[in-house]
């Protein structure tokens, strides 16, 4: 079982990899996320998710770069590659912020494309820093920016009209 899971995440960092290089290297630069099923985008679930990036955040400036991890994204890489287990909280949004940017990606991309294509760039960076060094300052410093697009997707999808 543990080769299944180390085989999953090396997957998962090549194919971040891959796309990160597509991104910042020619190829298709458009950098877009996928929706992802099980997360709906509401005024609701996005001023949740704003509020656990940034706890994310707190944490990574502690140090706590699982914490970070599990509150963004449900999952602790290194937790899991040990054998332990960490529970979710049950708060809006904890552990969910990761499929939700991806779905909200989808609802920004037609109205700010600039915006979507940052904050695209910003989820690959992070995810290729959980799965890579771990360093708390940078793993900060990337939720800090990915919190402040959220805040901007919000400000204008609420303005538009299209956040239920």
Excluded at 4 to 30: E, I, Q, R
Excluded at 77 to 106: I, S, W, Y
Excluded at 142 to 162: D, F, S, T, Y
Aim: include cysteine; proline fraction near 4%.
């Amino acid at each position: 079982m543990r080769w299944l899971l180390l085989a999953a995440g090396a997957l998962g960092l090549g194919l971040s990899s891959f796309l990160m290089v597509k991104a910042y290297w020619g190829g298709d630069s458009s950098c877009v996320l996928g929706p992802l099923p099980g997360v709906e985008v509401t005024a609701s679930s996005l001023s949740a998710a704003i509020d656990r990036t940034w706890e994310a955040t707190a944490a990574a400036r502690r140090g706590a770069v699982d914490d970070a991890e599990l509150a963004f994204s449900g999952y602790c890489t290194v937790c899991t590659q040990a054998g332990v287990r960490r529970q979710l909280r049950e708060e809006p949004m904890f552990g969910k912020v990761h499929d939700l940017a991806h779905n909200v990606d989808q609802m920004v991309r037609p109205l700010a494309p600039d915006l979507a294509k940052a904050m695209c760039l910003d989820l690959l960076a992070l995810e290729e820093e959980f799965w890579g060094e771990r360093r708390p300052s940078e793993v900060a410093r990337l939720l800090e920016a990915l919190a402040a697009k959220l805040e901007a997707a919000r400000r204008i999808l609420q303005e538009e009209g299209v956040l239920p």
